[in-house]
């Protein structure tokens, strides 16, 4: 379904396992600060509406959205989290820099997974403009970090009971 027919800040509350024990990061990124800390906020309060309680959310700002996997990969070795969620906002420039930031952001995002032991879900937002981010961000398709934070609990349960 395309993000133009999909509300990001919908999720079926009915589903979603007890997060009242879990321990949550939240990576940010601090380029385009207008737009993360929005994601970063819709995620917050979305793990708290949830049950996740407000000591065992770790909060970490790194300087831009390249920087997120090692602020998660140091996430990751702590050991103390269930989930980490990376909060990034990457928007098409003038030059091929886009490309080079997506392409490394998701793939670094994807080892992380795959070599980790603390799911690291993925809500960097790649917009070819700054009102797509907005829209994605708190506007009118909802919010993507509220999207995220109900996957990192589901996966923070996986992790659990896996």
């Known amino acids: 379904m395309a993000t133009s027919e999909k509300n990001l800040s919908y999720y079926d509350e009915s589903t979603m396992p007890d997060a009242s024990g879990m321990r949550i990061g939240i990576v940010v990124s601090e380029w385009n600060p207008d737009i993360t800390e929005k994601l970063a906020e819709g995620a917050r309060n979305t793990l708290l509406r949830l049950g996740v309680k407000e000591e065992n959310i770790t909060l970490w700002h790194v300087p831009g959205s390249f920087e997120l996997i090692y602020g998660a990969r140091r996430m990751q070795d702590n050991a103390f989290l269930d989930a980490i969620i990376a909060?990034?906002?990457?928007?098409?420039?003038?030059?091929?820099h886009f490309d080079y930031v997506c392409?490394?952001?998701?793939?670094?995002?994807?080892?992380l997974n795959v070599r980790g032991n603390i799911p690291v879900v993925f809500c960097v937002l790649t917009d070819d403009t700054k009102q797509q981010a907005i829209e994605r961000s708190g506007g009118r398709h909802g919010n993507k970090g509220?999207?995220?934070?109900?996957?990192?609990?589901?996966?923070?349960?996986?992790?659990?009971?896996?």
């Not at 906002?89 to 003038?94: A, K």
């Not at 392409?103 to 080892?111: E, H, T």
């Open 146 to 162: 509220v999207d995220c934070a109900a996957a990192a609990i589901k996966m923070a349960w996986l992790k659990q009971n896996s």
């Open 103 to 111: 392409q490394a952001v998701s793939q670094g995002i994807k080892d």
């Open 87 to 96: 909060v990034g906002s990457i928007i098409r420039g003038e030059t091929p």
